[in-house]
């Protein structure tokens, strides 16, 4: 089997699924939300109009708007990541790799296939997630008086930043899923990891001398350079004294998170028989 209908057969895998549309739904109702709830705090404390006092504790100061619009990425990214997760688990968990292989011997092409099919679903993501979260920031920063900075080149780069973001996580996921078999161990690596660990450890690193230069190469803290911004470090502020990655640098560092899974699970677990 060619690359081309490899790559047609992961697309209709994925899209006859249900796993792909219900993660789109929960992204852009999770984003939405979380949106507009933040938007209106905010966009309402810069214009002086919440009660007690102009400036809220942990309210961003400054320019709200790349923020607001870095929500996508900041608590969005754990969805691409879970599709690409789900992309080759759900093949081991209901055996459908067997026929996958029979038709195309060379797995790599399969791989190489699914990569390029979750390219585009990280793609279609992202879009979903920058509607969701710029449409109702938008909306309160215009609402209150504030500049929602959609007439800046800088904000259209950091939303292009976001949609490369989107992608290089499908293909950590896939690199994930390829690795680790097993879809629940999968799905708890995932979650632990993005949701415990790592934020955890970012955290310590503020005030563990030194270990924040290393925390800067976590993945997420990777995605978030190459992003430019984020909600935590906006919100939370930050006393590390490490210089952040350059944005080209990020998305570098997690390029290489996806390419050094996706060889793993190659050589480990992709070249091995399936039932």
Do not use: C
């Amino acid at each position: 089997m060619s690359f081309a209908a490899a790559t047609r057969s992961e697309t209709t895998k994925l899209l006859t699924t249900a796993m792909w549309w219900i993660l789109a739904i929960v992204l852009v109702a999770y984003i939405g939300f979380t949106a507009a709830g933040l938007g209106f705090v905010f966009s309402a404390s810069a214009a002086g109009e919440l009660p007690g006092q102009s400036q809220q504790a942990g309210v961003p100061t400054g320019d709200l708007a790349p923020v607001l619009y870095s929500i996508a990425a900041s608590i969005g990214y754990v969805f691409p990541l879970l599709i690409g997760t789900l992309m080759v688990t759900a093949e081991f968990r209901h055996h459908t790799l067997t026929p996958t292989f029979l038709a195309t011997p060379r797995r790599g092409r399969v791989l190489w296939a699914k990569a390029f099919v979750g390219i585009g679903i990280g793609v279609v993501y992202a879009v979903l997630a920058l509607i969701a979260a710029v449409g109702p920031s938008a909306g309160f920063l215009t609402g209150f008086g504030q500049s929602t900075g959609l007439d800046q080149s800088d904000t259209w780069a950091m939303l292009g930043r976001i949609v490369i973001a989107f992608a290089l996580w499908v293909l950590v996921g896939i690199g994930v899923g390829t690795l680790v078999r097993n879809q629940v161990a999968a799905v708890v690596i995932v979650l632990a990891f993005t949701q415990f660990v790592e934020p955890i450890a970012r955290v310590a690193g503020m005030f563990v001398d030194g270990l924040d230069a290393a925390l800067r190469f976590l993945p997420g803290a990777a995605s978030d350079a190459l992003v430019g911004t984020s909600i935590y470090t906006a919100t939370t502020g930050s006393t590390s004294s490490a210089e952040p990655l350059d944005w080209w640098v990020g998305g570098v560092v997690l390029l290489a998170y996806a390419i050094v899974l996706m060889v793993l699970g190659h050589v480990t677990s992709w070249r091995r028989d399936v039932d």
